[in-house]
Nanobody, 124 residues
Framework: QVQLVESGGGLVQAGGSLRLSCAAS????????MGWFRQAPGKEREFVAA????????PYADSVKGRFTISRDNAKNTVYLQMNSLKPEDTAVYYC?????????????????WGQGTQVTVSS
């Protein structure tokens, strides 16, 4: 069983930055893709970014393109989401997800493992 633990959320003013982290544990992670999703109140959980173990990154969600950057440290089994130029509409619970695939994907249904989520609130 894989455990994913997110950290780094918080309250920030519009235009500010946050860096989310997600540490994975529980088994070996060869071929393990990791991604970030978010869910705002009253909305469905949506894709943000994803990265394969080899560093392949698929296009970001249009709403975050140019502002957010995903990266990972395989030695630490950790994925990061650097969020810059934050906007109030980025306010959501951010979830880390993982699944065994050599190619990352946007479909949340294809991820087997989920973290508990971390709240990001951007004030105007």
């Amino acid at each position: 069983q894989v455990q994913l633990v997110e950290s780094g959320g918080g309250l920030v003013q519009a235009g500010g930055s946050l860096r989310l982290s997600c540490a994975a544990s529980g088994r070996t992670f060869s071929g393990y893709t990791m991604g970030w999703f978010r869910q705002a109140p009253g909305k469905e959980r949506e894709f943000v970014a994803a990265i394969s173990q080899s560093g392949v990154i698929i296009p970001y969600a249009d709403s975050v393109k140019g502002r957010f950057t995903i990266s990972r440290d395989n030695a630490k089994n950790t994925v990061y989401l650097q969020m810059n130029s934050l906007k109030p509409e980025d306010t959501a619970v951010y979830y880390c997800a993982g699944g065994f695939s050599f190619i990352p994907y946007r479909d949340k249904g294809r991820y087997n493992d989920w973290g508990q989520g971390t709240q990001v609130t951007v004030s105007s």
